[in-house]
């Protein structure tokens, strides 16, 4: 099916870094989701984005909407132990469905 | 807790067999969606009801149905099995049904097929 390129795909960083991950589409895109899994739960939603330029910050989470609307990033400041996990980024369109971006495995060295 | 409940959490049964997971989406929601998650793999969307209509389809199987009720739970309906449907399989509910909602997620059911 349809999807995003997110990368990186992987990463590993020592605790107090801060991160960075991005997704890209072809299309353009009326929203964009940020999400966080654990290993066997389900994702949660971290941050919402509806308007093309918008910075939205959630505690050391920090999202953009891309201003082509064809992109989005998430940085993570300082990042503790506990930030491990898989992130993903979901757009949508026209449609109504959402495409999710492919995941970024975040694994953080104490 | 996102508020948006499924069950079971876990489902094991053999090839060719059908099963039903269900799904109660947070209160007030009236979309609900599926998707499809292999190991390692991303979210695959399945489908979309608003309010006990069928909204959007996506890359789901023949041999995969999914219906809303009255009350706004949903249920999907596997049948026919094969290994390769083993995956995590997630819920998530909506307030509407159209552009800019925020789409909130269930823990998942977890089904092994052997």
């Known amino acids: 099916g349809q999807q995003l390129n997110q990368s990186p795909q992987s990463m590993f960083i020592q605790e107090g870094e801060d991160v960075s991950m991005n997704c890209t589409s072809s299309s353009i895109f009326n929203t964009w989701l940020w999400y966080k899994q654990d290993p066997g739960e389900g994702p949660v939603l971290l941050i919402a984005l509806y308007k093309a330029g918008e910075l939205t910050s959630n505690g050391r989470l920090t999202a953009q909407f891309g201003i082509t609307r064809k992109d989005s990033f998430l940085n993570i400041s300082a990042s503790i132990p506990s930030d491990v996990g898989i992130y993903f980024c979901?757009?949508?369109?026209?449609?109504?469905?959402?495409?999710f971006g492919t995941g970024t495995r975040l694994k953080v060295l104490a | 807790d996102s508020g948006v409940t499924q069950t079971p959490k876990h489902l094991i049964t053999a090839t060719g067999q059908r099963v039903t997971l269900r799904c109660s989406p947070r209160?007030?929601?009236?979309?609900v969606y599926w998707y499809q998650q292999s190991l390692d793999q991303g979210l695959q969307f399945l489908i979309q009801?608003?309010?006990?209509?069928?909204?959007a389809k996506g890359n789901i199987l023949e041999r995969f149905s999914a219906q809303q009720f009255p009350d706004l739970h949903s249920e999907l309906n596997l049948s026919s099995l094969e290994l390769g449907d083993s995956a995590l399989y997630f819920c998530?509910?909506?307030?509407?049904?159209?552009?800019?909602?925020?789409?909130?997620f269930g823990p998942g059911t977890r089904l092994t097929v052997l």
């Open positions: 209160s007030g929601d009236l979309s």
């Open positions: 009801y608003y309010n006990g209509e069928e909204r």
């Open positions: 998530a509910s909506s307030v509407g049904g159209g552009n800019k909602d925020t789409q909130y």
């Open positions: 979901a757009g949508q369109g026209g449609t109504y469905k959402y495409i």
